[in-house]
């Protein structure tokens, strides 16, 4: 199949192969009568599984970098730890393991998570990212339009096998039966296909326990290993304007 003038080779559906190899199809025919995988295969692949889930890392952490503040004013061992993670990115999701980052308000764990998703992300891999209440939101209304409907078995599927889960705020969302039943079978399936997550939290581990039971938070300890802690002084207050200021 000879390849376009421009450059780009497409196929018949006209999606055309971003690395102008293939006729679009994401193979190449060798002269043997095999098909080879073109190197655009994979990562379109990747984005397909993931297509349903939310994989925009937020305005305001887009640009986290471990040489920029905040990041390089968070405690250098939990810094550490997750520049760690991140440079053994490709085992540490294969083996499913996650991270876990917890403790006070405005310490910078939402930053280094989104700094974690970013870098997966720049390396073709699949990310969800969801902040607890949203993700039942989200649930809820695919869960709504029938149980047994393709869009929340779809959504589902996409949560449960996406390369890292990234979920936000865990232990905000509101308890009920169902969203603990939820949280269970989708932690579960996770731990189970050996597939990371990555949590921050306000809570600690006892009070997570209380709210959403000890099955869960022994899975979640056993994919994302220890909590790494920050705790200390609420840095989003030093960002606001001085008349704002409670003192
Ligand atoms: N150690 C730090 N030094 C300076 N600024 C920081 C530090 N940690 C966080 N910040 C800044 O504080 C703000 C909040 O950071 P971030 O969203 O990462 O906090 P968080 O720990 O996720 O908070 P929350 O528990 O409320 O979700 C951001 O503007 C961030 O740049
Ligand atoms: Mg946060
Ligand atoms: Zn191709």
Partial sequence: MAAESNGLSRNGSGHACP????????????????AYECDCLAPRLAKARS??????????YRGVSFDRPPITEIDSVVVNAVRDWVEDLDRNLAEGRGLWLMGDTGTGKTSLAMLVSKEVLKRNR???IYSLPKLFARIRATYDAGPEGDSYTEFFESLCSVDLLHL??????KRTEWVLEQLYALINERYERQNSILVTTNFDQSQLEEQLGDRILSRLVEICGDPLPLYGTDHRLEFRPPESRAD
């Fill in 19 to 34: 690395l102008g190899r293939c006729d679009g199809s994401g193979w190449i025919l060798g002269e043997d009568g095999l």
């Fill in 51 to 60: 297509a349903g889930v939310n994989s925009v890392i937020p305005a305001r």
């Fill in 126 to 128: 699949t990310v969800a």
């Fill in 168 to 173: 936000e705020d865990l232990g905000t969302e």
